[in-house]
């Protein structure tokens, strides 16, 4: 058994590393002395999530809920927490500094208990997330307290960053892929090819172990990866390198992956989050409309409103969001389905068919009702048309894929193209809030924006942006990070955990010392808040020095 200690000395030697091949390879040699069991753990836990993405489990732990338990396991005032978070900025460090000094009093009934182990904590937090009911908030304090009071200094960082799921160490799944490959002596991209069919790097790792990667296949009940589309260079150019290309309509929804078995339906969201209780439209569709014992099915969950038109992301995403007065809501922003792939049908996995047979098999056995329109064509004429019409029915653009491609999970390649009216925008995580002034003082008015370096994984800020934000959003969005919080500063301004990414439109970006990146954006705008992100998907440095490097050279030629 692993001493939850041992795991988290390993975090520390991680944190302070710099480069990501050398994280890797302490990540390595740790994975490769854990035991099965263990192995399904480590994973999430060092990227700082207490379960797998895939799983449906959720530890609902708030910042304050964490910061009650330091204090009661600790015996330390409120007060005294919240002025260690104002010093240091980081519950990490709050924690360990209370557990140095909380210690000394006990010190002798601790060094005789027996250690906390990996698994002790995961089933701890097991207990947490499965908390529910009236007392729920009773039962998660008690365990809380419980695995702070036994826990040392370097125990009580991590544990409290994990508990956060903000564990600041700069590792992700890169990091954590390549460590199982080493640990194992396997191949990067089988790993990788893995984790696409499970989204489970505990399970990828376990099946490493005992050689048995290959083995891993797609399942129904467990989301793959999806295939994702990269940016087409216009109409013309992509035809042109395409050829023969189907065309759809790229619709302004959110993505949803189906599992079906008999009557069982379960919908996934593009994080790969059971979706399933938010959307029994969705379901309804596929009880009735898909003809087939088992299947996967990919495609897009899309509103409309009165006038037929699309209604903004936004609205889809209040549905997606919603686990409660489902109903009520479903009447009020009724969602379509367009169903534009099969990925698994009654036995068969379908990724290495190609496109072609794919959608075949998908329209002998889904209604018309629910299947996103398709034309196969090679003329850039008539695909510049349905583009047209695609924009003026208020369609986000079209999607050209590759009629004899296979259906490849989690790859953003030439085989999907997409072709929208360009407009640079990034997508950033938000780590820190303002109280705004006069009219806007009870609302947070304006959001700190930050970029990960892709090599140290850390969040670097590259600006605030205060402007394209309504009256409406800005009762929504302070109810939204008012949860987040982690450090209340004196002055007007928090910090909050980084876990919405909010998709920002610019004039520019430039060179600036004031923000820690190196990089300010000029006259940033909030387009819309990315909830189908997780923070790892946000734009990293490297896609904003890029932007910056492209515009520099444009700026030059046309001064010049
Ligand atoms: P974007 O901001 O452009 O949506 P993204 O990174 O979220 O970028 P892309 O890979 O660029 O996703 O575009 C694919 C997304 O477009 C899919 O995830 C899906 O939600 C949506 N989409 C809409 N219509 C289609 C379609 N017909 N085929 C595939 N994807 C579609």
């Given at each position: ?162 508990a956060l799921e903000d564990m600041r160490i700069g590792v992700g799944e890169g990091i954590v892929r ?210 047209e019409e695609a924009i003026a029915e208020g369609h986000e653009g079209v999607m050209l894929k590759s ?158």
């Open positions: 058994m692993t001493s939850f200690e041992s795991f988290a000395e390993l975090c520390a030697r991680i944190e302070e590393i710099g480069g990501s091949i050398e994280k890797a390879d302490l990540l390595a040699s740790f994975l490769r002395d854990l035991e099965e069991e263990e192995l399904s753990v480590v994973p999430s836990f060092v990227m700082g999530s207490p379960f797998p993405a895939s799983s449906d489990l959720l530890l609902g732990v708030g910042p304050s809920t964490l910061y009650d338990a330091l204090s009661k396991a600790f015996g330390a005032a409120p007060s005294e927490v919240q002025e260690l978070l104002r010093r240091t900025g980081d519950v990490g460090a709050v924690a360990a500094e209370l557990a140095k000094k909380g210690r000394s009093s006990t010190l002798s009934t601790f060094l005789e208990g027996e250690r906390l182990t990996i698994l002790e904590v995961h089933s701890r937090f097991l207990l947490i997330a499965r908390a529910s009911g009236r007392r729920s908030q009773t039962a998660k304090m008690k365990h809380l307290r419980y695995l702070f009071s036994e826990a040392g200094a370097t125990e009580a960082r991590y544990m409290a960053r994990l390549d460590a199982v490959a080493k640990a194992f002596g396997i191949s990067p991209e089988e790993v990788e090819r893995g984790y696409n069919f499970t989204s489970d790097l505990g399970l990828v790792a376990r099946q490493a172990k005992e050689g048995r990667l290959q083995e891993l296949t797609i399942e129904i009940g467990r989301p793959i990866k999806m295939m994702l589309a990269q940016l087409g260079s216009g109409i013309a150019g992509s035809v042109a390198e395409m050829g023969t290309a189907a065309v759809e309509v790229k619709y302004d929804g959110s993505r949803v992956q189906i599992h079906k078995r008999g009557e069982e339906v379960e919908i996934f969201s593009r994080r790969l989050e059971r979706v399933t209780r938010s959307l029994p439209e969705i379901v309804s569709f596929v009880k009735e409309g898909v003809r087939a014992e088992a299947a996967i099915l990919d495609g897009e969950a899309v509103a409309r409103g009165e006038d037929g038109r699309p209604l903004p992301f936004q609205e889809i995403l209040k549905r997606f969001r919603r686990k409660y007065r489902v109903e009520g809501a479903a009447k009020r922003i009724p969602l379509e389905l367009m169903l534009f792939d099969l990925i698994y049908l009654n036995g068969r996995v379908l990724i290495d068919e190609p496109l072609r047979e794919r959608r075949r098999l998908l329209e002998s056995v889904a209604d018309e009702k629910i299947l996103a329109g398709q034309k196969v064509t090679d003329d850039p004429e008539e695909v510049a048309g349905i583009y009629p004899e491609s296979p259906y490849a999970p989690g790859k953003r390649g030439k085989n999907w193209l997409k072709i929208k009216p360009v407009m640079e925008t990034l997508d950033l995580v938000v780590i820190g809030a303002r109280w705004g002034e006069g009219r806007r003082a009870t609302f947070f008015g304006s959001y700190r924006l930050a970029s990960p370096d892709p090599e140290t994984g850390r969040l670097e800020d590259v600006g605030w942006v205060a402007t394209g934000i309504t009256d409406e959003m800005l009762a929504e969005l302070t109810e939204l990070f008012r949860d987040l919080v982690l450090v209340a500063g004196e002055g007007m301004e928090v910090e909050v955990k980084p876990e919405v990414v909010f998709e920002v439109a610019f004039e520019e970006i430039q060179k600036s010392k004031s923000y820690s990146s190196g990089y300010a954006l000029r006259f940033p705008r909030l387009v819309r808040i990315r909830d189908d992100k997780a923070v790892e998907e946000a734009d990293t440095l490297d896609r904003v020095a890029g932007l910056y490097a492209t515009q520099r050279g444009r700026n030059g030629r046309s001064s010049g």
